[in-house]
């Protein structure tokens, strides 16, 4: 079974400061994990993921995120917000016997004051 | 855009109806994926069809079920609509290649409403 806790549901930054969003998981397997996007009224969009390849992952729109096997985390960041980063997060898993199945988090909001 | 597309956008039934959803994936992913995503959480997997057959399913009742066709478009029927079923519908497609999970493409979604 996996799990994924995202720890904070809403997250609130000024334009140009630093971004962090949690999470934690827990999976029986050797786990994928990703980062998606979901703006209003748009599909879900992949940020970025790891696949057991190197521990620091970059993606798009200048985040990224770091699998930290030993405290099951993987937190996304980005240096600098801009204000069309205001979106929905979520972070998801998906053991790596379990082809494309994914389990989401409970997501959080993103809100970028001027 | 995902190139992945989804019919209708919005729906409203009652209690008690059967409802059919839409999908039509990117040309050439063999796999397609449902989630119902209900008001302020995230998107919980409801079951993935694989060249035709389901090939997982998530913790939903039997009246929810489906159909992936040869022409990348798929379907969800959910039978005896319940106020709980109201949420919105995604649609995501990959090609999958082995157990590695691949980037899924997400459609924009159904909102469907239950009276």
């Known amino acids: 079974a996996q799990s994924v806790t995202q720890l904070d549901s809403h997250v609130s930054v000024s334009e140009g400061t630093p971004v962090l969003l949690r999470c934690n998981y827990s999976?029986?397997?050797?786990?994928?994990l990703f980062w998606y996007v979901q703006h209003p009224n748009k599909g879900l969009q992949l940020l970025l993921k790891y696949t057991s390849a190197a521990t620091l992952v970059k993606g798009i729109n200048g985040f990224e995120a770091e699998f930290k096997k030993s405290e099951t985390s993987f937190h996304l960041t980005k240096p600098s917000a801009h204000m069309s980063d205001a979106a929905e997060y979520f972070c998801v898993v998906s053991p790596n016997n379990a082809g494309n199945m994914l389990t989401f988090g409970g997501g959080t909001r993103l809100m970028v004051k001027p | 855009e995902t190139g992945v597309t989804q019919s209708p956008t919005h729906l409203i039934k009652t209690r008690g109806q059967q409802v059919t959803l839409r999908c039509s994936s990117q040309s050439g992913h063999n796999t397609v994926s449902w989630y119902q995503q209900a008001l302020g959480q995230g998107p919980q997997f409801i079951f993935q069809y694989y060249r035709e057959e389901e090939n997982g399913r998530g913790n939903f009742p039997p009246r929810f079920s489906g159909l992936q066709f040869p022409n990348y478009s798929s379907e969800l029927n959910v039978n005896a609509l319940e106020l709980d079923d109201s949420a919105l519908y995604l649609c995501a497609s990959s090609l999958l290649q082995g157990a590695i999970p691949n980037e899924q493409f997400f459609g924009p979604g159904t909102r469907l409403t239950v009276l």
């Open positions: 999976s029986s397997y050797s786990p994928s």
